[in-house]
């Protein structure tokens, strides 16, 4: 368990000190005022791409020792769309994704106790009405 | 006495990141989650809580062994560590600061936000429990929260789980999803924030 613990560590020092949780490097983003936060998730998908085609090429094994399989995702476009489009006006609005709240919550930031519960909450409330909703 | 070497890494890795040290950091981080046999996903903590809080007695959506998330869980705490850390011990020369653009500040200052470059705090003033019993930072907080707990379970993950572990395996699914990020973010920050921010001050 410690080295999620260590993976977790990580991903907080990283966002936090690339200034991703900043609300204002959100505000920029979204402006197309900088190349800052794109280069941040441009070149965690190359670098990504590069590493699951290695896996791919390498049938790499986990640490269990079965194969890394990534599973495809259901191919509709609904759920995607509207869903992406929900989570992308809370992600400007409160300036935080769900990895940047955590780590502002680390920060000192105990305000975001409130968005942790509010984001349960619209969790919540999907499961509820997950089955009245397009897919 | 603490060898002068290690005060010196210190004090470069206190100073703000580029965007290539980041970025690349972001993959491994996913590659090794990969390696420990779990795919990068942290909205999916907020279903995980749910669950632990009993919530699969009222809905089947919530009816899972959550302890099996317990990885993830830990992530998260991690990430709540690594923001202690960050925040408090590895401090840049100039402070905790978002070097943002010319033009973001002019834009912010059109926003009424008051502030000069690179004098841009890191987090904004309304990230405080005193604004959250104000309309606007209860709609901030607790608004933004609601949509991106609920947005992120109906597209199926974040930014962590769509942007970077999807499309780094080539997801079409995901790009849609993306597409629909920047969409909704781009209707927040250009219609919605000239109504909300004028009278914050």
Known sequence: MSRYILIGMLLGFTLYKSEAVSWFRIYEMFHFQNFHMFGIIGSAIVVGILLVQMIKMMEMKNVEGKKIEIRDKNKTIYRYLIGGFIFGLGWALAGACPAPMFILLGAGY??????????MTGTFVYG???????H | MVPEFLLHLKEIISQPWPWYVSGPLLAILMFLLLYLGHEFGISENFRIMCAADGAGEINEFFKFDWVSGGWNLM????????????AHYF???DGNIAHVSQATVNSLNELGFNVEKDKVPLVPYFYDWQYLFTWRGLLIIAGGGFLVGFGARYAGGCTSGHAISGLSALQLPSLIAVIGFFMGGLFMTWLIFPLIFPWIH
């Open chain 2, 75 to 86: 992530v998260a705490l991690g990430a709540v560590f690594g923001g202690y850390l960050a």
């Open chain 1, 110 to 119: 105990t305000v975001f106790i409130v968005y942790l519960l509010a984001a």
């Open chain 1, 128 to 134: 509820m009405l997950r089955k009245r909703i397009p």
């Open chain 2, 91 to 93: 401090i840049p020369v």
